[in-house]
């Protein structure tokens, strides 16, 4: 029997599990439970947010053992980071589920994130959590460019609710802190994490979500912000009815898709590739798991 092994990442809006068998991903799964809520007026982690993020990973890694893993990894992104009570989460999860988390810097989210999607292929890309989004490039094999900044839906639905005025004027704002050179000259643009690839899924008509289709698919700067307009047109309800989105999703895809045509539009892309690869792929390969 080939060693199974289990990769749970804990990130500020949802919860997800890879199980890994022989070098390959077995499955992939994922359960929203807003770690993040709340961090950006407060700054620490809210009592409810960590109980059921805490019960997710829980459940995650009972799976995994149930589906025969015997190693276990587990990380954490922008909320647990930046969370002022950030190490007592920490210390509250291996308590609970007896598993370490190792809580990575915005440039080792960027860095496992460009491995998980690109390989070792140049490019840009940008991935949008729920309490960060990295922005990373590599030319000539090179890393020439990363930085990671404190913007991701579950801050968006914080601070700006729906408003789409509130939301334009703040992510207009924040998306300076980008110090790009622009000209991407013949780089391929591409972009992971759930906007991104819950709008490719919505632009693409999908009735079911499917990884393999979404990966590759790619959408011009013009579309994206045609789909931004569809969004806006509909309540967080309609939105929902797509079984592709859910409840959780529409409540925080209207400001993560326009926080997405914003920086496209700053950096200069004129189009972009979503891929379902991202920072798990990138973790796992990274630690030698696959």
């Known amino acids: 029997m080939h060693e199974k092994i289990a990769v749970v990442d804990v990130g500020s809006n949802s919860v997800r599990l890879m199980l890994l068998a022989d070098g390959k991903i077995l499955y992939k799964r994922t359960a929203i439970t807003r770690l993040g809520e709340g961090l950006s007026t407060s700054g620490r982690l809210q009592p409810s947010a960590i109980d059921r993020t805490i019960a997710q990973i829980a459940e995650f890694l009972q799976t995994a053992r149930t589906d025969g893993a015997t190693k276990f990894f587990a990380y954490?992104?922008?909320?647990?980071?930046?969370?002022?009570?950030?190490?007592?989460?920490?210390?509250?999860?291996?308590?609970?589920?007896?598993?370490?988390?190792e809580v990575l810097s915005g440039e080792e989210e960027a860095r496992i994130g460009l491995v998980g999607a690109l390989g070792d292929e140049d490019g840009v890309l940008l991935d949008i959590g729920g309490g960060s989004t990295e922005l990373i490039v590599r030319r000539g094999g090179k890393i020439v460019y990363s930085k990671s900044i404190d913007v991701g839906v579950v801050r968006l639905k914080d601070l700006c609710g729906e408003d789409k005025q509130a939301l334009a004027r703040f992510c207009a704002e924040r998306v300076k802190e980008y110090d790009f050179e622009k000209g991407l000259k013949d780089s391929h643009v591409y972009a992971v994490g759930g906007t991104a690839t819950t709008l490719a899924a919505w632009a693409l008509r999908l009735e079911r979500y499917d990884g393999e289709v979404v990966t590759g698919s790619r959408f011009t700067l013009g579309q994206i912000k045609t789909l931004i307009d569809e969004l806006f047109l509909l309540s967080t309800a309609e939105i929902a009815c797509n079984s592709c989105v859910g409840e959780k999703r529409a409540q925080v895809i209207k400001g993560g898709a326009l926080w997405l045509g914003v920086v496209l539009d700053y950096i200069g892309a004129e189009a972009v590739i979503v891929s379902d690869n991202d920072n798990l792929d990138g973790y796992a390969k990274t630690r030698g798991l696959i």
Not at 88 to 98: G, P, Q, R, S, W
């Open 76 to 101: 954490a992104t922008a909320a647990v980071r930046g969370a002022t009570n950030g190490n007592e989460f920490v210390e509250m999860v291996k308590k609970a589920c007896d598993v370490r988390l």
